[in-house]
């Protein structure tokens, strides 16, 4: 897959500008023509880096990290970026770390913490994992299928990510495989999920903070510059929560 930027084009009559055609940018696969709103793009255009087509001018990418991981096929809703970000700063993780992650969903979470430490990832259900195995095949993730309330991988973690519906049933496991002082943090779309995770917690954890990320986008030209009026986007509340023994 590549990323295709159609640039931005103006159309002037002597100074005066009369049109402007906005930047797009589309995922496309190189190997078929693509169809545009207006034109079709052979695909023997797209096996350049850049090429003109009915005025247009156009640049071909690889995909980001962050494109790639994206665009994985869904097997479950994968997590964005920004919450990804925030676990990743707010536990210290590096390349020396070792996570346990579940439920492995789409692979979105364990696909963005392994291009920084090692992942183990739990998933359930075996479409999800199929699924799942697939869209991680080219990053360094070990994919077991288990049930995260029930499983004893008999090693430590130093981060432990829950991303499932009932995180409150998983401090047996947490209690085996997370390390003294290491991180849980459970990622829950209703407040109401991470209020009975709180209320839940055994002695030996600390709820340390729960925060929702806003990201709010800008939209910058020569005349507007504002946020985007597109609504903010809800995820979810992540819970930081330490083992202390
Ligand atoms: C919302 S998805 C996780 C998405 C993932 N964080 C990502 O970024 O792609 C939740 C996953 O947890 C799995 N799951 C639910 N209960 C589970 C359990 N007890 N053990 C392991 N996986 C479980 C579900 O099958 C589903 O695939």
């Given at each position: 897959m590549?990323?295709?930027?159609?640039?931005q084009r103006?159309?002037?009559d002597?100074e005066?500008?009369?049109?402007?055609?906005q930047?797009?940018?589309h995922?496309?696969?190189?190997?078929?023509?693509?169809?545009t709103k207006?034109f079709k793009i052979?695909k023997e255009?797209?096996k350049?880096s850049?090429f003109?087509h009915?005025k247009d001018?156009?640049i071909?990418l690889?995909?980001?990290?962050?494109e790639?991981?994206?665009t994985?096929k869904r097997?479950?809703?994968?997590?964005t970026?920004?919450?990804?970000?925030?676990?990743i700063?707010k536990?210290?993780?590096?390349?020396?770390s070792?996570?346990?992650?579940a439920?492995t969903?789409t692979?979105?979470l364990?696909?963005h913490?392994s291009?920084?430490?090692k992942?183990t990832s739990?998933e359930k259900?075996?479409?999800?994992?199929e699924i799942?195995?697939?869209?991680l095949e080219?990053y360094?993730?070990e994919?077991?299928e288990?049930?995260?309330?029930?499983?004893?991988?008999k090693?430590k973690f130093?981060?432990f990510?829950?991303?499932?519906?009932?995180p409150w049933?998983a401090?047996?496991t947490?209690?085996?495989?997370?390390k003294?002082?290491?991180?849980l943090?459970?990622y829950?779309?209703?407040i109401?999920?991470?209020q009975k995770?709180?209320?839940a917690?055994?002695e030996?954890y600390?709820?340390?903070?729960?925060?929702?990320?806003?990201?709010?986008?800008?939209k910058?030209t020569?005349?507007?510059?504002?946020?985007?009026t597109?609504?903010?986007q809800h995820?979810?509340f992540?819970?930081?929560i330490?083992?202390?023994?």
């Amino acid at each position: 897959m590549k990323l295709l930027i159609k640039k931005q084009r103006q159309i002037f009559d002597g100074e005066k500008l009369v049109k402007t055609f906005q930047e797009e940018r589309h995922i496309i696969n190189p190997e078929k023509d693509f169809q545009t709103k207006t034109f079709k793009i052979p695909k023997e255009k797209l096996k350049q880096s850049a090429f003109t087509h009915e005025k247009d001018n156009f640049i071909l990418l690889d995909l980001s990290e962050k494109e790639k991981i994206t665009t994985f096929k869904r097997g479950a809703q994968l997590i964005t970026p920004k919450d990804a970000g925030i676990i990743i700063s707010k536990t210290g993780l590096n390349k020396n770390s070792k996570v346990l992650d579940a439920g492995t969903g789409t692979g979105g979470l364990s696909a963005h913490l392994s291009l920084i430490c090692k992942v183990t990832s739990v998933e359930k259900h075996k479409e999800h994992l199929e699924i799942a195995k697939k869209n991680l095949e080219n990053y360094e993730v070990e994919v077991i299928e288990g049930d995260i309330y029930k499983i004893d991988l008999k090693q430590k973690f130093d981060v432990f990510t829950l991303d499932v519906p009932e995180p409150w049933k998983a401090f047996k496991t947490a209690d085996k495989h997370l390390k003294k002082g290491g991180y849980l943090v459970v990622y829950s779309p209703q407040i109401t999920q991470s209020q009975k995770t709180i209320l839940a917690l055994p002695e030996n954890y600390l709820h340390e903070e729960t925060v929702e990320i806003i990201e709010r986008q800008w939209k910058i030209t020569d005349k507007i510059v504002r946020p985007e009026t597109k609504d903010f986007q809800h995820t979810a509340f992540l819970t930081f929560i330490r083992k202390t023994n």
